[in-house]
């Protein structure tokens, strides 16, 4: 089975450009969740959806930050415009109601933004 | 608030030895408890998990770890280190209701020659 899809693998930019990541995630899983990952800060949650709905956007750092998921099979997670500060891994994960609530990853997306 | 706190960020082993890296979560109610590894430039992966069955869960790659209600602890352990074991581990706790998982803040492992 396929896993947890992200692209792209690696993202560099220019500070102000608008940047765009994608997950796709297990089929069958109605929850997804995206994380951010610094040295600094660990490993945050950002938002995460159930059945495409966003449940809780708390860990947004701002308004720069939108997250969307159009169907059971797809997300964006779009940074507009991009800062130095943003970057950082941003990792992707689903999840199926009723299994213990364990996450599957994706490989992540690696942002550099100059 | 549900936490995680796992000691020490960073552990270092020598090949062969016993490795122990220490988690404790704060729960009111019983807890699903997570340990995931993270290679590195990879995504997390599951290790092990304990869903309320048996005390000691078994994990991939002769990982274990113990729910131990009485010191909410769930310590993680491999009796003998081997190089590729050398990662970021993460311990986690959900409760029912799909509720995200929280969390530590993770305990780096370096496993030396």
């Known amino acids: 089975d396929a896993g947890v899809i992200q692209s792209p693998r690696h993202e560099v930019t220019e500070m102000g450009q608008e940047v765009t990541l994608r997950c796709k995630p297990i089929?069958?899983?109605?929850?997804l969740f995206w994380y951010r990952q610094t040295m600094m800060r660990g490993l945050e949650l950002l938002i995460y959806f159930n059945n495409n709905v966003p449940i809780d956007d708390s860990g947004m750092p701002e308004d720069r930050f939108s997250a969307k998921m159009p169907n059971a099979s797809f997300s964006t997670l779009k940074i507009q415009p991009s800062e130095p500060r943003d970057s950082a891994v941003y990792f992707c994960?689903?999840?199926?109601?009723?299994?213990?609530?364990?996450?599957?990853f994706g490989p992540g997306t690696r942002l550099t933004v100059l | 608030a549900q936490s995680v706190t796992q000691l020490g960020s960073h552990v270092s082993v020598s090949e062969g030895a016993l490795v122990l890296l220490r988690c404790n979560y704060s729960s009111s109610v019983p807890p699903y408890l997570f340990w995931y590894v993270q290679y590195p430039n990879q995504g997390l992966q599951l290790l092990l998990k304990y869903t309320s069955a048996a005390t000691l869960v078994k994990g991939i790659n002769d990982f274990e770890a113990e729910f131990k209600k009485s010191e909410t602890s769930f310590h993680l352990t491999k009796p003998s280190a081997h190089m590729s074991d050398a990662a970021e581990y993460f311990c986690?706790?959900?409760?029912?209701?799909?509720?995200?998982?929280?969390f530590g803040k993770g305990t780096r492992l370096s496993v030396i020659a």
């Open positions: 089929s069958g899983h109605d929850y």
């Open positions: 994960a689903s999840a199926k109601t009723g299994a213990y609530n364990e996450q599957f």
């Open positions: 986690a706790v959900s409760y029912s209701g799909n509720t995200p998982l929280v």
